[in-house]
């Protein structure tokens, strides 16, 4: 007699292909892949991954209540967007329209634009209002098929509002389904006050923001903007070395707009991440490799700034690197929060195949942010973050762009989102 069933909370099945990296560590060069498995399904319960096996080997050994239809789709880890920017209270169409009649990112910065103009919204907005904004941009994250945000501040830039930020960032992370990990970014630029005392503000980081940040415990992680017009290497270095000392995570904005050697200086101080890279040199490629730091690309970044410079991805990759992919969703230089999107253009930017650019969006996401024991993948003892794809195979991943392909997301082990269609309603 046949053993009984073992009990799930959730069955997902038929699904043409559950398609996942696999692993707790990011993977690059030749590793850089994700599993296809056709025909096979997926059972959950509580938060975790409990089996991946074929369908009809899965439904003699698992029976649920609950039980979704793949219709046919593809079922992929949920999405990991490792570099944002949510937190914001305005919109800068007005300079998308400057960069469309041809100025540049640093002119508009310099006449008063870019940074500044969104530090202006977020000082005098509430936390109440903050908190608003930020949680309808949640609920379109999550409906694009991303569970996990690192969400960054950088619009406050004084110690008191960059710290109003990680209060809305930490009450959103409990009120919302997408899981944020929360990154202090107050090296963003120097806000008005402080643009012709440069060395008075890289004391104030030194000594009263990133201390007060840590004191706190709302932030994982610190960052900076290396760049020829903002922090340079020198403020870099003494930055970041005070925000590792005081226990928080290093990433940083490097080489995106110039070929400063910010990628060494990622790799000499062991970041979790060093991010953008349009102008990476060999020599930072090689650094970046030997310390085994993880690039986190923004491949639409380049397309919203009109930039002709493209990370050398595929270069990174030869070299045994594992990157990421993000939207670097932020309201000057790409109001775009679509990982789908994102995949396309690794394709097209990058030379990335649908395969390594999943393992990009998801697993090495997942490992930048140090969760990549917990998500990433679509592996049993894995947290069930998933989301279904009204697509017929993986390469349309990359292949299909201009809408949205996300039926249903799985956060946690919940449905958390299911796309209304008037077909089967």
């Not at 909370?9 to 043409?16: C, F, N």
């Not at 609920?139 to 008191?160: N, Q, V």
């Not at 944020?180 to 890289?202: C, I, S």
């Not at 995570?249 to 349009?278: I, N, P």
Request: aromatic share 6%; net charge negative; glycine share 10%.
């Amino acid at each position: 007699m046949p053993n009984a069933p073992q009990s799930a909370d959730l069955l997902i099945t038929g699904v043409a292909e559950v398609v996942s990296p696999c692993g707790t560590s990011a993977l690059g060069g030749s590793a850089l892949e994700s599993k296809i498995q056709s025909g096979h399904a997926v059972a959950v319960r509580g938060r975790e991954i409990v089996a991946v096996a074929p369908e009809d080997q899965l439904l003699e050994e698992w029976s649920a209540e609950q039980v979704i239809d793949g219709a046919g789709g593809i079922l992929v880890p949920g999405f990991v967007d490792s570099h944002t920017h949510p937190i914001f209270f305005g919109t800068r169409e007005e300079e998308f329209e400057m960069r469309v009649a041809g100025r540049s990112y640093v002119e508009i910065s310099r006449a008063g634009g870019g940074i500044l103009s969104s530090i202006r919204g977020v000082r005098e907005a509430s936390r109440e209002e903050l908190l608003g904004r930020l949680l309808q941009r949640l609920d379109r994250f999550l409906e694009l098929g991303t569970t996990t945000i690192e969400a960054k501040t950088g619009y406050g830039l004084t110690t008191a509002d960059e710290l109003k930020c990680l209060e809305v960032l930490a009450e959103a992370n409990r009120l919302h389904d997408v899981e944020l990990v929360p990154t202090f970014l107050g090296a963003h630029d120097f806000p008005p006050e402080y643009r012709e005392r440069h060395e008075e503000y890289v004391t104030l980081l030194i000594e009263e923001m990133l201390p007060q940040v840590a004191e706190s415990g709302l932030a994982e992680y610190c960052d900076i903007f290396t760049e020829s017009h903002v922090f340079g290497l020198d403020d870099s270095r003494k930055v970041m070395e005070r925000g590792a000392e005081l226990g928080l995570g290093v990433r940083m904005h490097v080489d995106q707009l110039t070929s400063l050697g910010g990628a060494e200086l990622a790799a000499e101080l062991g970041a979790a991440s060093a991010d953008h890279l349009e102008c990476v040199t060999p020599t930072g490629i090689e650094a970046l490799a030997s310390a085994g730091v993880i690039p986190v690309l923004c491949p639409l970044v380049p397309l919203f700034l009109r930039q002709d410079e493209e990370a050398p991805a595929r270069e990174m990759i030869t070299a045994g690197l594992a990157p990421a992919l993000a939207t670097d969703f932020n309201p000057g230089s790409c109001y775009v929060q679509s990982m789908p999107e994102v995949l396309t253009w690794a394709a097209l930017r990058y030379g990335m195949s649908a395969s390594e650019a999943l393992a990009a969006a998801t697993l090495n996401a997942a490992c930048s942010l140090g969760r990549g024991d917990r998500l990433g993948s679509i592996e049993v003892g894995k947290q069930a973050d998933l989301a279904l794809l009204d697509l017929p195979g993986y390469r349309h991943l990359t292949y299909e762009f201009g809408r949205n392909p996300v039926r249903v997301v799985v956060k946690g082990g919940e449905v958390v989102y299911e796309r209304y269609d008037e077909t089967t309603s």
